[in-house]
């Protein structure tokens, strides 16, 4: 019963802080934020040894508010931090659009952008497809490590192609 005391007590927090936020921080964002969303980043944040996380919820609960909350505290904490965000290429603008929302600022890489600068760009929202493309494939294994990688839409991700082929190359990039 420990664990669910704590759970609640941990839930109740961050409901107290959307509810009640004495600096007001949360009026300033464009983004509305809702208690389960602030509930969860609190979660996954203040749990030591959590590094790697599978957010899934029902379309349109705010899961890239979610992962967008997560990366504004992880930057706040170090700023040099190296984010790529892999979307779909049909996503790229969405999460742009939701990340500056929340005053995250990333560049854009798909098929009808500009290259970004891989080697010293910090902060991408990449289409995974233009990601895998034969030209890019190679350059992004070689360059150094991302502290910080957001793979949305993971539920496409396989590791056979069909009839138990090569491994896909979305799924050998991730």
Not at 22 to 46: C, F, G, K, M, Y
Not at 119 to 134: G, K, L, M, N
Not at 155 to 174: A, F, I, N, Q, T
Request: aromatic letters at 8%; hydrophobic letters at 45%.
């Amino acid at each position: 019963m420990l664990f669910r005391s704590k759970r609640s007590l941990a839930r109740f927090a961050a409901f107290f802080l959307t509810a009640e936020d004495p600096q007001r921080r949360l009026d300033n964002r464009e983004v509305v934020t809702l208690a389960h969303q602030v509930s969860l980043v609190r979660h996954i944040l203040d749990t030591p040894g959590r590094h790697r996380v599978l957010i899934g919820d029902e379309v349109g609960l705010g899961k890239t508010v979610v992962a967008g909350l997560i990366i504004q505290e992880l930057l706040a904490a170090n700023p040099g931090l190296r984010v790529l965000y892999l979307a779909p290429a049909r996503l790229v603008s969405n999460v742009g659009r939701e990340f500056k929302r929340l005053s995250l600022f990333f560049r854009e890489w798909k098929a009808t952008d500009g290259d970004a600068r891989l080697e010293t760009d910090s902060r991408i929202i990449a289409s995974i497809h233009r990601a895998v493309h034969p030209n890019h494939f190679d350059r992004l294994l070689k360059l150094r490590p991302w502290d910080l990688i957001v793979v949305d839409e993971c539920h496409h991700l396989s590791d056979w192609g069909e009839g138990g082929g090569d491994p896909v190359m979305k799924y050998r990039l991730v």
